[in-house]
């Protein structure tokens, strides 16, 4: 062979060498279709096709993957001159994506054009395609949009879960005196916290009270006190007298009023304190919660690494054999 055909040749080869890396597919994760593209690039045509189409069979493929198998199986049946296997597996390619091209700088120049021509004849069949493809990734993207807000509510939840876990409720519960309901004026009601019955009962019985006492000391100065004397009794001056307390006539009227007044009061008080007794024993109860307030735990803390590094065990030879020793660090 003379040197021209072979420096024409090495230009060639030098031309398309970094076209043809550049056209390199990216590494598929099955091993299968790794083989499959390297026994294509050896020319193993009729072996990529069989077992081409016997990987596609079985499926579970990633669509990258199945568009490679396509084409390699596309390309060696094109190759072999069975131009109808060929059409099938190239017509897939088209169907998976309908923008796909042949790499002109890889690919010879007659399977460029069989395949452009398949494009024109299928560009209806393309437009769907395309139309589809532009449909279905609209609808992975609002799915993926819908599981990133349902992961965001689930993780929202999960916090809440763990913060509200994390709280503790903190009850003040306040301790009543039973004997406080047997108090006058409204002590049972204070007690409660029932403010309102409990200056009701206060001033009612305080107004009683009050008007009682009043009554009984405006009674009790209407008494005169004289001496009386007894016919027929002598003490030891001879005299006979004894000293009688009592309220004139003409203050009868007087001493009536006051009298009836004194047991009215008297007998409202107590008829006031037993209706405060009565409503305060009703409502009595032991322990109130009086306030209750959420705090949140302190999140638990990791026990302390301690720096003191491990004992060490340590053999050295002696003059009569072998010896040990322990290190111990403080």
């Known amino acids: 062979m003379s040197r021209g055909p072979l420096l024409l040749v090495s230009l060639v080869l030098a031309l398309l060498g970094p076209a043809a890396v550049r056209a390199q597919p990216a590494p598929s994760a099955d091993p299968e279709v790794a083989a499959l593209r390297s026994g ?16 596609i069979d079985r499926g579970d493929l990633p669509e990258e993957d199945l568009v490679e198998l396509h084409k390699l199986a596309g390309l060696s049946a094109f190759n072999l001159n069975r131009t109808d296997e060929a ?15 042949l790499d002109p700088f890889v690919v010879p120049p ?12 299928m560009a209806g069949e393309r437009d769907f ?11 992975e993207k609002t799915e993926a949009e819908r599981r990133e807000q349902e992961r965001v509510a689930l993780e929202t939840q999960r916090r809440r879960a763990e913060e509200l876990a994390r ?35 206060a001033a009612t019985e305080g107004a009683l009270a009050v008007t009682s006492i009043i009554a009984f000391f405006a009674y009790d100065s209407l008494f005169e006190e004289r001496l009386v004397n007894l016919d027929n009794v002598l003490d030891a ?12 006539t003409d203050r ?31 409502h009595h109860e032991d322990q109130v919660v009086s306030s209750t ?14 720096s003191t590094p491990p004992p060490r065990l340590r053999l050295y030879s002696t003059h009569g054999g072998l010896g040990a020793g322990l290190t111990l660090t403080f």
């Open 40 to 55: 294509f690039e050896y020319g193993k045509y009729a072996e990529v096709l069989e077992r081409a189409g016997q990987r």
């Open 87 to 101: 059409e099938r597996h190239l017509r897939a390619v088209l169907r998976l994506d309908p923008d796909f091209s």
């Open 110 to 121: 007659p399977a460029v054009a069989f395949f452009d021509d398949l494009k024109n004849q």
């Open 129 to 139: 395609l395309r139309q589809e493809q532009r449909l279905r990734l609209e609808r």
């Open 167 to 201: 709280q503790v409720t903190v009850r003040t519960v306040e301790k009543r005196n039973f004997l406080v309901n047997f108090v006058p004026f409204g002590a049972g009601q204070f007690q409660q916290g029932r403010n309102s019955m409990g200056i009701v009962f």
């Open 237 to 248: 001056d001879g005299l006979a007298a004894i000293p009688v307390r009592y309220i004139p």
């Open 252 to 282: 009868a009227r007087q001493a009536d009023t006051w009298q009836l007044l004194k047991l009215a009061s008297a007998t409202g008080f107590y008829t006031v304190y037993t209706l405060g007794v009565v409503d305060a024993v009703y």
């Open 293 to 306: 307030t959420v705090e949140s735990r302190p999140e638990p803390t990791p026990p302390a690494v301690s």
